[in-house]
């Protein structure tokens, strides 16, 4: 079975993932906690579909890696960004754990403070797996 289409797939679970926990932070300040709650979980529910398919899709390519053909400064910004994306994303889904567990015990304080450093590497994972997409798949043919 090709599954060539799951990379742009994923860009959009992404993608969902990234308004999904803007919209739940925006819920949590205004003190909404059903609505926020709900956001949440369903924001770790597409990034754990993105993490499933991510993995079909390396399953089904024996693992390999897609190449950057970029060159120099470009090569090395690429490399930086892919780095501090795979090194945070590995924290991710500890992280996600932990605080809907610490949530839905009602252990808001550390919830909260969890949050402040999770909600912000999340984020980042989200946003730069999009980026980390549109440079392999849609601006790399142009570099060579």
């Given at each position: 079975m090709d599954l060539a289409?799951?990379?742009s797939v994923n860009a959009a679970l992404n993608a969902v993932a990234a308004a999904l926990l803007i919209r739940g932070r925006q819920l949590a300040?205004?003190?909404e906690i059903d609505a926020h709650r709900r956001v949440m979980i369903t924001a770790f529910a597409v990034s754990s579909?993105?993490?499933v398919l991510y993995v079909a899709h390396k399953a089904a390519r024996?693992?390999?890696n897609t190449p950057f053909h970029g060159e120099g400064l470009a090569r090395l910004a690429y490399l930086a960004l892919l780095a501090s994306h795979v090194l945070l994303a590995m924290t991710v889904p500890v992280l996600a754990i932990t605080l809907i567990v610490l949530g839905l015990r009602k252990r808001l304080t550390a919830?909260?403070?969890l949050a402040r450093v999770a909600w912000p590497i999340w984020m980042y994972v989200s946003l730069t797996?999009?980026?980390i997409y549109f440079v392999l798949y849609h601006l790399d043919p142009w570099l060579y």
């Open positions: 289409f799951l990379p300040r205004r003190k579909l993105f993490l024996n693992f390999e919830h909260r403070r797996g999009v980026t």
